[in-house]
């Protein structure tokens, strides 16, 4: 999973999800996913921030999206990212959860 950007707007952030396994992978599309199902964790200069993502867009509302080998995915978080994240003072790093357990991490990014 990388990260693909942050809207001029603010309140969307950008990944992209590939499946470089031999099998599909699944993950729950709520736009209100259950705690610790997807986890941005920022560190500030002073501190490490844990910023709880709940919403996808609406079109994934409700669903279990599938990913099959070899194919891509753009995730639009959305997300009111505090003042300092926007400022480029902090590095972060997204987790997802897939269904059955496994997390996929995002490389390490500045928003």
Same mark, same amino acid.
């Given at each position: 999973m ?35 199902? =997807? %986890?941005?964790?920022?560190? *500030? +200069?002073? /501190? ?5 993502? !709940? ?19 753009? =995730? %639009?978080?959305?997300a009111? *990212? +505090?003042? /300092? ?5 902090? !590095? ?14 995002s ?5």
């Open positions: 990388e990260y693909a950007g942050t809207q001029q707007s603010g309140d969307t952030v950008m990944f992209t999800l590939a499946n470089g396994t031999t099998q599909a992978i699944h993950f729950r599309g709520s736009p209100d996913p259950a705690p610790g199902k =997807l %986890n941005m964790i920022c560190a *500030l +200069p002073k /501190e490490t921030v844990g910023y709880g993502q !709940r919403a996808f867009e609406p079109a994934l509302k409700d669903k279990i999206i599938e990913i099959k080998p070899g194919e891509r995915m753009q =995730l %639009n978080l959305w009111s *990212l +505090p003042p /300092e994240f926007k400022n480029h003072k902090s !590095r972060c790093q997204l987790d997802l959860t897939l269904e059955g357990g496994t997390v996929v991490e490389r390490e990014f500045v928003p």
